[in-house]
């Protein structure tokens, strides 16, 4: 099986800056996702990885280093409206572009 | 809005029965993809199709199909339903050429089985 792991929880307050780590293990690697995930909604796609080093869109940045088999997620300046679950997910194969998602981190933001 | 539409948004129905979900994609987008989301399994990947055509199937259970049709739209097909299937279920495409192949997800039909 592939093994893709996330924490499960976060908290964090709102102005701060949080990292969420995706550790993975899987039979192939095509490229690595997050998703953001509100509770009851669709994922909507945040970010994504296929080679090493940072990608930087906005308030939010994605890590990748395929050596490791890990990511990180960067939410800066959190506000209310970040807190969610965020989905980490690997593509295997260039072939059938599926994904296998991690359990998702569930991010709190406080005020 | 992601622009991927599913019907119906909340499905209720009793064991033993068989439902249709009902997707579609964006527009060009060819590749649809079904995922089932359950409180303890998280996001499982079930199947693909690519321009009618299956591409890829997860774990997706004998008692579950799925088809795309000409128009690209696409039905997954629950029957026998047990309590065990109650979950969101999410359809999700990409374009086939888009960078790194996107995912966009609708908004999921939830299924309650009694």
């Known amino acids: 099986g592939q093994n893709i792991d996330q924490p499960t929880e976060m908290t964090a307050t709102e102005g701060a800056i949080v990292q969420i780590n995706c550790t993975y293990q899987t039979s192939g690697f095509n490229g690595l996702f997050w998703y953001q995930q509100h509770a009851g909604e669709a994922p909507t796609f945040l970010s994504y990885n296929v080679l090493d080093g940072l990608e930087e869109k906005g308030r939010f940045s994605s890590f990748l280093s395929r050596s490791k088999g890990y990511s990180y997620l960067l939410l800066k300046e959190l506000q209310m409206k970040d807190s969610a679950s965020y989905l980490c997910a690997v593509r295997l194969t260039a072939n059938d572009y599926k994904l296998s998602f991690g359990a998702g981190t569930t991010v709190t933001v406080r005020a | 809005d992601s622009g991927v539409t599913q019907t119906p948004k909340h499905l209720i129905t009793a064991t033993g029965q068989r439902v249709t979900l009902r997707c579609s994609p964006r527009?060009?987008?060819?590749?649809v993809y079904w995922y089932q989301q359950s409180l303890d399994q998280g996001l499982q990947f079930l199947i693909q199709?690519?321009?009618?055509?299956?591409?890829a199937k997860g774990n997706i259970l004998e008692r579950f199909s799925a088809q795309q049709f000409p128009d690209l739209h696409s039905e997954l097909n629950l029957s026998s339903l047990e309590l065990g299937d109650s979950a969101l279920y999410f359809c999700a495409s990409s374009d086939g050429g888009g960078r790194g192949e996107t995912q966009y997800f609708g908004p999921g039909t939830r299924l309650l089985v009694l």
């Open positions: 527009s060009g987008d060819l590749s």
């Open positions: 199709y690519y321009n009618g055509e299956e591409r």
